[in-house]
């Protein structure tokens, strides 16, 4: 068999990226080691920053999403029993983020898929890209016990942290760069009221707690917790009990409760990979690099290596030039640095760290009350918060 990009992966990344290509006229075949189902199954990120709105419209897949997906003007900072407002539209000259969960993003590109006949192998095992150091690359798996080779130009690594193709590089050509943070986030879902219009991120003396939203029905709370806790340790009780003391006293006593339907702990790391680029093979979306969801930027750098991706892939087509493609890694890593900056400095500045002590709380809220309280640092968030141009 023969496609003209094997995309590895069928997260948001590898789906977006497939779509652009297959409106472009660009033959691609998505490889994805799961089922359906599982990767819909994953609850991720919610916020989505206008450029990746821009991206999803331009594939074709945002329907759904201008008519369900929530705009917000505006996002909340709670600490010292009080809650404040940075007005992102204002301060970023009339830019607003939706909220639109990734389930549902990952759900439209998948109907997209389907409606422009695309190809996805779903349960394809072991797959492996070979070759992409020479001009001849190709992509080997199985599917229900028989081995498929797929001969290609371009392979597109967006099997995220734990996938094959970052993996597939030779140790001395990656350099990697990493910080893991002593703590995780316990997140639930439950179908009750937000408590908030808007996200409310609490630095508070016991831990750091999020309020975050599906839809005006449907409510995503987190809160820190230890590394070695695990779901079992936080029936319902437990996490509203302490959600609520992170909390300011009136937002807490507006919190409405409800049973849980989804609860997961997720670790917290930055980790960068460089390049991005190895011979034919691009590395894009978490393959290269994971951001702890402190400042919501996950989803939204996969979606900026995809334009990147894109762009240089359609160059290459439509116009014979290699420069788009020479460019990536460049390109993307610029934007990815800002992003991991921005996400370590939300995480550093909301979290309770072993050895913050006392004077690190007073630091914390020293910063927070400069940012809230000076317009050019209220700006700064919102510039970064809604997302810096591609
Ligand atoms: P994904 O989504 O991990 O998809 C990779 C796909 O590749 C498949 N795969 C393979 N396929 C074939 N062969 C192999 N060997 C393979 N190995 C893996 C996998 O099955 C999967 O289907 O990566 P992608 O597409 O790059 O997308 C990245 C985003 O999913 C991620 O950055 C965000 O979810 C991060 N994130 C958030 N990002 C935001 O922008 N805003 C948020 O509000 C936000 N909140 C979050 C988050 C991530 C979280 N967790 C659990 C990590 C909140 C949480 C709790
Ligand atoms: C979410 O709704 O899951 C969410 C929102 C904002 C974040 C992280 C996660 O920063």
Request: hydrophobic fraction near 40%.
């Amino acid at each position: 068999m023969r496609t003209q990009v094997v995309i590895i992966g069928s997260g948001p990344s590898g789906l977006l990226l497939g779509q652009l290509l297959t409106n472009a006229g660009i033959d691609n075949i998505i490889l994805e080691r799961v089922d359906k189902d599982y990767v819909l199954g994953r609850i991720r990120a919610g916020v989505l920053e206008h450029g990746m709105v821009g991206m999803l419209d331009e594939a074709g897949a945002s329907d759904r999403l201008h008519a369900e997906g929530l705009l917000h003007d505006g996002v909340n900072l709670a600490f010292d029993d009080r809650l404040h407002r940075i007005n992102l539209h204002d301060l970023t000259g009339g830019t607003r983020v939706t909220v639109y969960g990734q389930t549902e993003v990952t759900r439209d590109l998948m109907a997209a898929r389907e409606a422009s006949n695309g190809v996805t192998v779903y349960q394809a095992d072991a797959v492996m890209p070979h070759d992409f150091g020479g001009s001849a690359p190709f992509v080997t798996y199985e599917k229900d016990g028989a081995a498929h080779r797929i001969d290609c130009d371009f392979i597109a690594g967006c099997d995220g942290y734990h996938g094959v193709s970052r993996r597939s590089v030779p140790d001395g050509a990656i350099s990697e760069f990493e910080r893991v943070y002593p703590f995780g986030w316990l997140g639930v879902l439950s179908e009750v009221a937000p408590v908030n219009e808007e996200l409310i991120y609490a630095n508070h003396k016991r831990g750091f707690a999020l309020c975050s939203m599906r839809s005006m029905i449907r409510s995503r709370y987190y809160v820190q917790c230890s590394l070695d806790d695990t779901v079992e340790d936080w029936p319902d009780d437990r996490f509203w009990d302490e959600l609520r003391r992170r909390l300011p006293e009136r937002v807490a006593e507006a919190l409405v409760t409800g049973p849980s339907f989804e609860k997961s702990i997720a670790p917290l790391r930055s980790f960068v990979a460089e390049p991005m680029r190895f011979g034919q093979l691009f590395l894009v979306g978490d393959a290269a690099h994971i951001v702890p969801p402190t400042g919501a930027k996950g989803l939204n750098l996969a979606a900026s290596d995809v334009h990147y991706l894109f762009e240089g892939l359609r160059e290459f087509y439509a116009d014979k030039s290699t420069s788009g493609i020479d460019a990536y890694s460049a390109r993307a890593l610029s934007r990815v640095w800002k992003a991991v900056r921005f996400s370590w400095w939300m995480t550093s500045m909301m979290h309770l760290f072993p050895d913050n002590g006392a004077f690190g709380q007073r630091i914390q809220e020293a910063e927070l009350d400069y940012l809230v309280h000076s317009r050019v640092a209220s700006a700064s968030l919102a510039e970064n918060y809604v997302g810096l141009p591609y």
